[in-house]
């Protein structure tokens, strides 16, 4: 039994070759659970575990992954009268600098969009994991930087919506959608955090369906969603912002991963002006998932 042990802990060690803690003995042997592994040192849960990484990327080449990201062109943001349409095109999605890059640009010809809107001049940059990465609660993490100003007209977004490929029985915003992160250039000194669901039908509300928490545009924050089946809570370089325990149907299913620059709202007086800063860049300088 004792070499049985003995070699156990052997294989055990050789296994997490990376930082470790001890968390027991064995016939005086230590036993060691690791504390690091692809994405970096890996978070305590409340019950004292370790969060396990199962999804990052840290943008350190010189490309998109694409077998992480799809480059969005299916939408659009704005108005139907002043509107960015997305494109898969360098100038709008790169990666450089150890960043993910997502840039609003005025053309000076208006140019045909993706989707069945009116050619307009501007073009913006969005990616997502669609069908590539999907994940049923967890621990979701970015470090992201916006465009620093105080005029209206950008509106940027970490988000997630539903993973298609699981089906859903409902319209949204029944069928749910968790925004852990918008921001809107017009509220320079704040961001939003917001669940759609059921709940949502009537509108917003602050405190359940959404937070309006303090963020600096310009500078990097870190944005973090830990989701349950019970509570889904929304952090801002570690401050809790939004906690929603409804438990509703609609966060009990797979979700995608989204980052959009885009322009507008009409309904924030956050559409786009002749001082709007154009070229806006959105940065991402790394996505963290586990479970």
């Not at 994991?129 to 049923?136: A, D, E, K, V």
């Not at 916006?146 to 298609?164: I, K, R, S």
């Not at 320079?188 to 309006?212: M, N, Q």
């Not at 928490?213 to 990097?220: E, I, N, T």
Request: proline fraction near 7%; charge should be negative; include cysteine.
């Amino acid at each position: 039994m004792k070499l049985f042990l003995a070699a156990l802990l052997c294989a055990a060690v050789s296994v997490f070759a990376v930082p470790t803690q001890m968390i027991g003995t064995a016939q005086g042997l230590k036993i060691r659970l690791a504390t690091s592994d692809a994405c970096g040192t890996a978070p305590l849960k409340d019950d004292g575990t370790r969060w396990t990484c199962t999804f990052v990327d840290t943008f350190s080449g010189t490309s998109l992954d694409r077998t992480k990201w799809v480059p969005q062109t299916a939408f659009f943001t704005g108005t139907p009268a002043v509107h960015a349409c997305y494109r898969d095109d360098p100038a709008n999605v790169n990666v450089r600098n150890g960043s993910l890059n997502l840039t609003l640009v005025e053309l000076k010809v208006p140019a045909p969009c993706a989707v069945a809107m009116s050619p307009t001049k501007y073009m913006s940059g969005g990616v997502s994991t669609y069908h590539l990465f999907s994940q049923q609660y967890g621990r979701i993490q970015a470090r992201v930087k916006n465009t620093g100003t105080t005029q209206p007209g950008l509106h940027e977004a970490f988000w997630m919506w539903p993973d298609d490929q699981y089906g859903t029985a409902s319209m949204w915003p029944d069928s749910g959608e968790i925004d852990v992160a918008e921001t809107f250039s017009v509220y320079p000194r704040s961001y939003v955090a917001a669940l759609h669901y059921s709940a949502d039908e009537l509108g917003l509300d602050d405190g359940i369906t959404s937070g309006v928490c303090d963020a600096r545009r310009g500078v990097w924050n870190t944005y973090t969603l830990e989701w349950s089946p019970q509570k889904l809570e929304f952090f801002v370089n570690g401050k809790s912002c939004l906690v929603n325990t409804s438990g509703d149907p609609a966060f009990q299913k797979p979700y995608i991963i989204n980052f959009t620059e885009g322009i507008g709202p009409v309904d924030m007086d956050n559409m786009p002006t002749a001082r709007t800063p154009i070229p806006a860049t959105y940065k991402v300088d790394y996505v963290k998932v586990w479970e």
